[in-house]
């Protein structure tokens, strides 16, 4: 590896800090380091960047004398399919799989007292995933997480296979016959299909911190001034196949913007599209300023939904000459499942001839998963 100056070193390693920080949603605290990373040197970005894909952030932690990030890889246990005690018709592959073989053969609810009761003892199976099957995926796991006993009866078939079929619908999927085919390849273990297919998530926004160094204007030809923009692109995804985008500058917190990312939101930087899942490419497609649109006809609300659909799809194009598309990459990291967006063309379409105009993105960042509670995840 290329000897990196000190300072650089430790530049960069801040820098990997606050990439980690945003990971985690902790975005207060991430552009305080990318800041501190930036006084440091200018073009922190670019260098860590370059050592991001040479494989070389370890090392640069270790010239810089602070430990590394993140954690060593552990080998994957081989995939053992094996049936569940709770219920005899799920079934359990993968990693999980291993694990439960290292059950004893009876497991029950467990006091920490052995002189307290435990009622959940005088409750039969059936009506604990009925109970289970109300809650979401983040409360199923919670519980399961209580003992033995509890994670067994949460791996019940029913319980997945309903945070399946409600999740993995177009355009999360092509078809539904297409699932069909998803659950076999997974031997119908639902629990695996929901946390390893590709999906988008709903309960949350995904965001990207973006920044950019400006030169300033000086008086004094010994001093430099620079400027550190920042600023941040939302992505809202809703299952009904539309998608909310918004670009906003460090004026407003995303502490402010997110409770408005709602689609009545009229906001310079807003546009509304559409998108779609094939694999782990999203395509986001016709992103339009709905403020830019003139308003419908008063008659036009006798028409039904579908009507008023097709006459605001005619209306945009008669009344646009361009729309926005998107293509990204969606990636699991070890804070969370499918919860990186990595955009790989952004690009300007001629609504009369269709012609693409691909834009530059010389400052875009990943965008990352932050999940918002009041927000349904199903």
């Known amino acids: 590896m290329t000897t990196i100056p000190p300072t650089l070193a430790s530049a960069i390693q801040i820098y990997a800090r606050a990439v980690q920080y945003e990971q985690q949603g902790q975005l207060d605290e991430a552009t305080k380091l990318y800041r501190q990373a930036f006084r440091m040197d200018s073009n922190v970005n670019r260098a860590y960047d370059r050592a991001e894909k040479a494989g070389q952030i370890k090392a640069v932690a270790a010239q810089a004398q602070v430990p590394p990030l993140g954690k060593g890889h552990h080998?994957?246990?081989?995939?053992?399919?094996?049936?569940t005690r709770a219920n005899a018709d799920s079934l359990i592959t993968g990693t999980l799989a291993t694990i439960l073989s290292s059950f004893p053969p009876s497991v029950d609810f467990e006091p920490e007292d052995e002189k307290e009761k435990v009622h959940l003892k005088k409750i039969p199976d059936e009506v604990l995933v009925g109970i289970l099957r109300c809650l979401d995926y983040v409360g199923v796991?919670?519980?399961?997480?209580?003992?033995?006993?509890?994670?067994?009866?949460?791996?019940?078939?029913?319980?997945?296979?309903?945070?399946?079929?409600?999740?993995?619908?177009?355009?999360q999927i092509p078809d539904e016959v297409y699932l069909d085919g998803v659950v076999e390849d997974y031997m119908y273990d639902y629990r695996r299909v929901f946390v390893e297919q590709p999906r988008i998530r709903f309960d949350g926004v995904y965001i990207?911190?973006?920044h950019y160094v400006r030169r300033g204007?000086?008086?004094?030809?010994?001093?430099?001034?620079?400027?550190?923009?920042?600023?941040?692109r939302y992505l809202?995804?809703?299952?009904?196949?539309?998608?909310?985008?918004l670009l906003a500058n460090e004026?407003?917190?995303?502490?402010?913007?997110?409770?408005?990312?709602k689609p009545s939101l009229r906001k310079k930087g807003f546009s509304i599209g559409s998108w779609a899942l094939s694999g782990t490419t999203v395509y986001i497609t016709d992103l339009v300023d709905p403020s830019s649109l003139p308003p419908?006809?008063?008659?036009?609300h006798s028409h039904s939904h579908h009507h008023n659909h097709i006459h605001n799809t005619d209306r945009e194009r008669r009344t646009l000459r361009y729309v926005f598309q998107m293509?990204?990459?969606?990636?699991?990291?070890?804070?969370g499942r499918w919860n990186k967006l990595e955009i790989n063309a952004y690009e300007t379409v001629d609504i009369e001839d269709g012609e693409v105009c691909a834009l530059p993105l010389k400052h875009e960042r990943p965008f990352w998963f932050s999940k918002v509670r009041s927000w349904a995840g199903v």
């Open 75 to 83: 080998k994957v246990p081989t995939i053992l399919p094996i049936k």
């Open 141 to 171: 796991e919670r519980f399961a997480g209580v003992c033995k006993k509890g994670r067994l009866v949460s791996l019940d078939s029913a319980i997945w296979r309903d945070f399946v079929q409600t999740i993995y619908k177009p355009p």
């Open 208 to 210: 990207a911190v973006c």
């Open 217 to 232: 204007l000086s008086q004094d030809a010994w001093v430099n001034i620079s400027h550190l923009i920042t600023y941040h």
């Open 236 to 245: 809202r995804f809703f299952p009904n196949g539309q998608v909310l985008s």
């Open 251 to 261: 004026e407003m917190e995303p502490q402010q913007v997110i409770p408005l990312l």
């Open 296 to 300: 419908l006809p008063s008659h036009s």
């Open 327 to 335: 293509t990204l990459t969606l990636r699991s990291r070890p804070m």
